[in-house]
């Protein structure tokens, strides 16, 4: 099983729409998650982080984790054209051997069509 | 700097010589991480460097990998004899501090330098 996961896509929506991106992680004891955006070419650019249960809202990003279900989504609502690119989901590892480094998924590519 | 800052950006190199890959964290953050990005692969952590403690280097793929980092900032990581399967886009990201709260637990990524090994 890898450790993070998540649906390759791409993830096609339309433009106005809530778009939902999912993540689930295999390491119980992790601590913190991330989302990250990277458009094509370019280096990650931080979105949201999470450490607790629940949901956090910013603008128009929800990130929402469920350490129960070791699960962690990202909901973007008002999809914008520019939106489009590809989100990499980050978990850092619990306390304890390497716990410094994120480890991540492979990314969904979002297409938000005009 | 603003940001994190690597160099070169670009690096096209043959088959079995060595390279240098700088990176220039955020001032003040006392955290550095080197990942790969190979294409079609997620990120793959490398390496991390917290403060003067022992460098995690648990993700290093081989011995011909290696970091250093002088005075708590510069970072320089060296692939010697490089092969073809070294090639990939290498980022650098720092955080304030290792393990920390909120904020401070934060990495935020350099442009990356994209290595091309013929």
């Known amino acids: 099983q890898k450790e993070v996961e998540q649906n390759s896509g791409p993830l096609s929506v339309p433009e106005g729409a809530i778009a939902s991106l999912n993540c689930t992680y295999s390491d119980r004891g992790s601590q913190s998650f991330f989302w990250y955006r990277q458009y094509s070419g370019k280096s990650p650019e931080l979105i949201m982080f999470?450490?607790?249960?629940g949901d956090k809202e910013d603008g128009r990003f929800t990130a929402q984790l469920n350490k129960a279900s070791q699960y962690v989504s990202l909901l973007i609502r008002d999809s914008q054209p520019s939106d489009s690119a590809t989100y990499l989901c980050a978990v850092r590892r619990a306390l304890g051997g390497s716990q410094g480094n994120l480890i991540f998924g492979k990314g969904t590519k979002l297409s938000v069509k005009p | 700097g603003a940001g994190v800052s690597q160099s070169p950006s670009n690096k096209v190199t043959e088959k079995g010589k060595d390279v240098e890959l700088r990176c220039d964290p955020i001032?003040?953050?006392?955290?550095l991480y080197w990942y790969r990005q190979s294409l079609g692969q997620g990120l793959e952590f490398l390496i991390y460097?917290?403060?003067?403690?022992?460098?995690?280097k648990s993700g290093l793929p081989s011995d011909r990998f290696s970091a250093e980092r002088t005075g708590g900032s510069v970072s320089t990581l060296t692939i010697q004899r490089t092969q073809q399967e070294d090639s990939a886009v290498y980022l650098c990201?720092?955080?304030?501090?290792?393990?920390?709260?909120?904020?401070?637990?934060?990495?935020?990524f350099g442009p990356g330098t994209r290595l091309t090994v013929l």
């Open positions: 999470i450490y607790s249960n």
């Open positions: 990201a720092s955080s304030l501090r290792l393990g920390a709260s909120g904020t401070g637990d934060t990495q935020y």
């Open positions: 460097f917290q403060g003067n403690s022992a460098p995690d």
């Open positions: 001032s003040g953050h006392t955290a």
